[in-house]
Each structure stands twice: as C-alpha cells, then as structure tokens.
DNA sequence: TGATTATATGAAATTTTTATCATATATAAA
DNA sequence: TTTATATATGATAAAAATTTCATATAATCA
C-alpha cells in the first residue's frame, strides 16, 4: 500500500501532468487548447486531467461542449517553486551521471 | 533528451531518495543508519546517496571510516513544502482512483 | 600485512509507469 | 435526429525505472 506522499509524487511528478499544470500557470484552458500546446495525445491528455481534477490540484467548468480547466492556487505555488530548485540545480542534474537524459523533455 | 525539470523530478520524487531527505531533514547521517532507520537495501541506498550528492541536494563529510551525509537548506525547505502539499490533499490523493496505491510506502 | 567494516560500482533482471489502441459518451449544430 | 466535435474509459503494449546480484574499493584495526 503506497502512503500519500508516493501517490502525490506519481499525480505531480509526471512530466505531462507537470506540463499541464504549468501551461495553467498561464491561463485557463480547455483539453484542445492544452493538447496543442503541449502536444499531448488525446487519450493520454483526457487521462491526465482526470487524475489532476480527482486530486483537486485543477478544477473544471463547463463552456458549450468544452471544458475549461484552472490550476487551484496552493498547487500553482508549490509549482512555481519547483521551478525556482530546478533552475538553482540546473546545471548539477544535468551533470548527475545517475539520472539518465533520454526522451523527449517537458515544456 | 530529457530537461532539466525531468531530471529534477527523477531525482527528487523517488522513493528512496525523497525518504532519505525527509531522514537528513532531522539530522545528519551516515549511510549505515540511514539504512537501519529506512531498511533500504545497502547497493541501493549507495546508488540512491550517490545521485543525491551530484545532484547537490546533500552533502557529505568523513569521519573515520563512515561518511556523513547533510541534506542542504533550500532542499530541505522543498521537502517541507512538498510535505504541507501532500498533507492538505492527501484525502483526495487517496481516493484518485488513477494513481494505483499497491507496493509499500514511504516512511 | 591481513582482516574487517563501511560504502561504491556496473550490468542484468524485475517491476512499475506511461503510451497506445479500440471504443464510448456527451453536447451542440445542421 | 443525424452528424460532428470534444472529451472519456479500460485493456494491453511499450518504455522506463528500480532492484538485485556479483564484485570492488577505502579506511581502520589487530
């Protein structure tokens, strides 16, 4: 049974989660506006909001047939501080040796 | 190839890794005891200690024949607000139903 | 010096996570 | 009321991460 601590970091920590969460930093937006931001695939992306959206790290309204999603505040801090460590760490997590540079990168 | 805030979170969202840092967070240690405190098996632990230390998220200084290790202070203020983070939402990490809650937790 | 304790290394095996695929539903417009 | 657009669901495939294994090194002590 994993504690709440390994089920934040699998809903925060991955990279297309991530992604949309800082896209919502910007802006309010609905799943096709994201999707083609960040070029996420279509099944993948409506996954991705609905485990953001059960974790309540983003709500949704309803405009015509789209969906607008929002970033609650708490999580867009908690994200802009992330972004400070990583730009501080930068350069050592890129020299780590350990952690392995493959794939294609987050936004 | 990866980006930097990729390498961040495979750094620094891990386990074992995050564990250790939430141990330093009280006070330095050498690896035995980290191992004893988080039954973290002793290859892993090193490997785990190794990327911690490249990535500067820790330091560590000799005493005789251990090695003391010393979480750093911006890295320890994350860890705190990581730790407020999964607290405030921790009911609704738990019933996320995307988020798969089986192997065993962090500490 | 040889033994012991503490920690490190690298490759292979295992486990877990993430992406893909086929398909479903919901709302609105024609 | 049929069609098109927007988004959702669940099972499997693919990719990546973590653990295990065999072994190495480094410092101290007898």
Redesign the interface.
């Known amino acids: 049974?994993?504690?709440?601590?390994?089920?934040?970091?699998?809903?925060?920590?991955n990279?297309n989660r991530?992604n949309i969460l800082m896209q919502l930093r910007n802006r309010d937006m609905c799943a096709g506006d994201i999707q083609q931001t960040l070029g996420i695939e279509q099944t993948n992306l409506s996954?991705d909001l609905?485990?953001l959206l059960?974790?309540?790290?983003i709500s949704v309204r309803k405009d015509g047939r789209k969906r607008i999603y929002r970033i609650n505040n708490?999580?867009k801090n908690?994200v802009d501080?992330?972004?400070k460590?990583?730009?501080?760490?930068?350069t050592?997590?890129?020299?780590?040796?350990?952690?392995?540079?493959?794939?294609?990168?987050?936004v």
Chains 1, 2 share one sequence.
């Open positions: 049974m994993k504690n709440a601590t390994g089920l934040f970091f699998d809903a925060f920590a990279r991530f996954h609905k485990c059960n974790c309540k790290f708490e999580t908690l501080e992330v972004g460590h990583v730009k501080n760490y930068e050592y997590l890129k020299k780590c040796g350990i952690l392995k540079e493959e794939k294609n990168g987050r």
